[in-house]
């Protein structure tokens, strides 16, 4: 069985840009791969976060794994710092990457335009990020098209290690859906839709309530062609809505060009609002039933549990690999 590994960052709620990039694809791929789905906390504060509101986020993103559809009996659904192997294979990768390599990150000019004074963490937040996906020896990774960058960087890392230490790692390959990759802001669409976005009006979050969300679908800004095509290139305003529809109701896009074919963006507004409302509700219920019930502490026990096994094995070997002397048991 070939293994899938991904993560969320508890850096924020989570948007339909997160859903569609990623989680709606672990739903899909837990079904034929040995899977690890990751809350990744210690990537979450490689910038400044609240440690209140870390831990809600932290616990509101793995009930939304569960709320998804991401079954724990199939994956193991765990917190990133329950799993210390994570941040020592990070350190080890970190001394492999190059300083040219992390300061070419578009994520990382980004996130640091702008500031004064930027931690050290969110520059080397790649090399953490190889090492999640390493340490589980992963073929497949699912994700947005924002993580291409970063992916290509583990495996050149991966290849870096086989090459100069002996062959052990597997060199993972993306995973990335054709429509949808990359959701965008609804008030701007050269801007990716981002949970931390401080513009509420610029994501539809996963626990909006419905009200809200087809009030952003009504606001959310398209040109002034009122014609309903997909060319995200030209009109990437209505492209983007058409990928969330897209998404949100299991329909082509040549079936949305269709079915709006000579018709303003009004009617095909209003009907993408009542979709993304009705496919969010079921997911808020239980969503809410998880958070109840209290049993997203046991599954992310068990989850850690079955990481640990995995990582433990892997960072030894890694070790072993490097030259460190492996304590005896
Ligand atoms: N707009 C998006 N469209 C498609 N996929 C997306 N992803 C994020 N935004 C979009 C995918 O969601 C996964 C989790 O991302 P992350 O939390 O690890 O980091 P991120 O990519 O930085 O996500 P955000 O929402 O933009 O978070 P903040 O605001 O904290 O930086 C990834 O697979 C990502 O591709």
């Known amino acids: 069985m070939k293994r899938v590994l991904s993560g969320i960052q508890p850096s924020g709620q989570l948007t339909i840009g997160n859903y569609i990039g990623a989680m709606q694809n672990f739903v899909k791929l837990q079904h034929e791969h040995q899977c ?39 994956a193991a659904i765990f917190l990133q710092s329950h799993v210390p192997q994570h941040a020592e294979l990070g350190w080890l990768l970190t001394t492999l990457t190059y300083m040219g390599e992390l300061e070419r990150m578009t994520q990382f000019k980004d996130k640091s335009e702008g500031k004064d004074s930027v931690g050290a963490g969110l520059f ?14 992963a073929d497949l990774v699912p994700v947005g098209d924002d993580q291409k960058q970063h992916l290509e960087l583990t495996r050149d ?18 995973f990335i859906p054709e429509v949808g990759a990359r959701i965008m802001s609804l008030d701007d669409a050269s801007k990716k839709m981002s949970k931390s976005n401080a513009n509420a009006g610029s994501n539809i979050f996963l626990l909006d309530d419905p009200a809200v969300i087809r009030k952003k679908i009504s606001r959310a800004k398209t040109d002034s062609e009122a014609i309903v095509k997909y060319d995200p290139i ?86 072993r690999h490097m030259g460190f002397v492996l304590p005896r048991r």
């Open 157 to 174: 890392l991966a290849g870096r290690f086989n090459s100069r230490y002996g062959n052990y790692f597997t060199v993972p390959q993306p």
């Open 36 to 74: 690890f789905f990751m809350v990744v906390d210690l990537h979450a504060i490689t910038v400044p976060q609240d440690p209140a509101a870390l831990r809600e986020q932290s616990e509101s993103v793995a009930a939304l794994y569960i709320a998804a559809g991401i079954d724990p009996n199939k």
């Open 124 to 137: 080397v937040y790649p090399s953490l990020m190889a090492a999640d996906i390493l340490l589980y020896n």
């Open 234 to 319: 030209h009109k990437p305003e209505i492209s983007n809505l058409m990928s969330i529809y897209s998404h949100t109701a299991n329909v082509s896009i040549a079936d949305i060009e269709a079915k709006y074919e000579g018709q303003m963006y009004g009617p095909f507004k209003k009907d993408l609002a009542e979709q993304v409302a009705a496919f969010i509700e079921p997911l808020q219920t239980r969503y809410h039933e998880v958070r109840r019930s209290g049993e997203v502490y046991d599954v992310l026990q068990k989850g850690a549990q079955q990481a640990q096994e995995v990582a433990e094995l892997t960072l030894n070997e890694v070790k």
